[in-house]
């Protein structure tokens, strides 16, 4: 059996599970709510809309994604695709190695502030935390996946598997407390002119999709580990598009199942809004318990990340671009 062959051990639902993980993490639980999040985009719940502008646009760019993953199943993602599209001999060369230099700093930006919704979580057990510690904390988190992702690809399966079954367990209790409390006159308190068409509107629109789509992005997760998908032409677009719809779906259920329980009015104000969404509900020991689970889930969101953006710099390291000893 061929070498490559060997390695292609990643099936629809692993790669779901690989691009569920990245996509969820902290993202709903600390950018629905706060100063910055969703709802303060557009002062009112009209700004889930988002949600569902935010599923078009990731499922478009999606589809592209996934046929150049089916086309071009090797690992590097977007690395080979500016390799290939461009002509590795020639301009290609140039544009994959622009992208490979960029992302040593864009790719570390994304995975820290994974770790840091991790830790915003871990100072509702640790409100005294000075900002160092916090620091340190972030870092170690990244340090603890980097030692979870030296396994083989099929224990890495196995892993990714246990967090994002951890992740639709965490998802989905939060969804059915909020549901089984749901008060419509919470949820759909809209401000008056909430649905009114303006510059404003537009402009409170435009916030909250650019917040949104930070919560889909990983859609695309699954293309960087091309080589080690099974079937990739089946595979990565099944993959993509369960992902889209399932993610808008489940953040889409979060938002409602928030603000149907604790106003949005106070919600703009709470940074981390699960923790005291399930006090509120059950008191501190299911406050406890969601912000262990809601850590785990940022943690595989840390870890799915980490494992395909690994392979940017490993696929440029073979192209002779990068550090070689990384090939």
């Known amino acids: 059996m061929p070498e490559a062959t ?21 993202g709903p639980f ?24 935010g599923a078009v646009i990731a499922l478009s760019d999606g589809l592209v994604a996934a046929e150049l993953g089916a086309s071009l199943p090797i690992s590097g993602g977007n690395y080979i695709y500016l390799r290939e599209g461009f002509g590795a001999s020639r ?21 820290a502030s994974g770790n840091i919704g991790l830790v915003q979580y871990l100072g509702y057990f640790w409100p005294a935390m000075t900002p160092l510690e ?58 008056p002119g909430a649905f009114r068409f303006s510059v ?23 293309c960087y580990l091309g080589a080690e998908v099974r ?18 779906l489940i953040n889409l259920l979060l938002s409602l199942s928030f603000i149907g329980v604790v106003p949005w009015r106070e919600a703009i104000h709470l940074p981390a809004i699960g ?12 406050a406890s318990a969601l912000s262990v689970m809601i850590m785990v889930t940022a943690f595989s969101s840390v870890y799915a990340l980490m494992l395909g953006y690994s392979r940017i710099p490993f696929a440029a390291a073979q192209d002779g671009i990068f550090f070689r000893w990384l090939g």
Request: contains cysteine.
């Open 6 to 26: 060997l390695h292609r051990r990643l099936g629809v639902l692993n790669a779901t599970s690989i691009n569920m993980s990245n996509m969820i993490g902290t």
């Open 30 to 53: 600390i950018t629905i709510a706060g100063a910055d999040g969703i709802l303060a985009s557009m002062m009112g719940p009209q700004a889930l809309v988002g949600w569902l502008l």
């Open 91 to 111: 301009w290609g060369r140039l544009m994959a190695f622009l992208f490979v230099w960029q992302f040593l700093f864009s790719g570390p930006l994304e995975i």
């Open 134 to 191: 916090t620091k340190l904390a972030a870092a170690g988190v990244g340090a603890i996946a980097l030692f979870c992702l030296y396994r083989k690809i099929t224990d890495v399966a196995r892993l990714m598997m246990f967090l994002w079954v951890t992740m639709l367990l965490t998802t989905g209790w939060v969804i059915v407390a909020g549901l089984t409390h749901f008060h419509p006159a919470l949820a759909f308190d809209f401000p």
């Open 200 to 222: 404003g509107f537009l402009r409170g629109l435009g916030a909250g999709t650019l917040i949104v789509m930070y919560n889909y992005l990983g859609y695309y997760q699954i």
């Open 231 to 248: 079937e990739p032409a089946r595979t990565i677009p099944r993959a993509v598009v369960i992902s889209v719809l399932a993610v808008a």
């Open 275 to 286: 923790s005291v969404f399930m006090e509120r509900l059950y008191g501190k020991w299911a």
